[in-house]
């Protein structure tokens, strides 16, 4: 079973950092994207960044570039959303995914992990 954990959350200050988490099991190829998406209550969900497993290619909505970085570690199956430079209109609940293209099907989320960002 595909699964994914995330983590690293949490409450900091306009203009610090930080670092999201999420592990990858489950998963026996190489073709698929990861992305952190992040929610806000009555707001569409917006993918903050993606990146592809095959050959590492990265896309970031236009709100965080320059902001966020996101990595894979493939040894470790993890994929990191290293956020600087909070604003407090980052403030939302995040969520890893996998999806693959044309597979509609191949699409699973971790679980929620909060940022709040105070100003």
């Known amino acids: 079973d595909v699964q994914l954990q995330a983590s690293g959350g949490g409450l900091v200050q306009a203009g610090g950092s930080l670092r999201l988490s999420c592990a990858v099991s489950?998963?026996?190829?190489?073709?698929?994207?990861m992305s952190w998406i992040r929610q806000v209550p009555g707001k569409e969900r917006e993918v903050v960044s993606c990146?592809?497993?095959?050959?590492?290619?990265?896309d970031y909505a236009e709100s965080v570039e320059g902001r966020f970085t996101i990595s894979a570690d493939n040894r470790k199956n993890t994929v990191t959303l290293q956020m600087d430079s909070l604003k407090p209109e980052d403030t939302a609940v995040y969520y890893c995914?996998?999806?693959?293209?044309?597979?509609?099907?191949?699409?699973?989320w971790g679980q929620g992990t909060l940022v709040t960002v105070s100003s």
């Open positions: 990146t592809s497993k095959s050959d590492g290619s990265t």
């Open positions: 489950g998963i026996t190829f190489d073709d698929y994207a």
């Open positions: 995914n996998v999806r693959r293209r044309f597979t509609p099907t191949f699409n699973y």
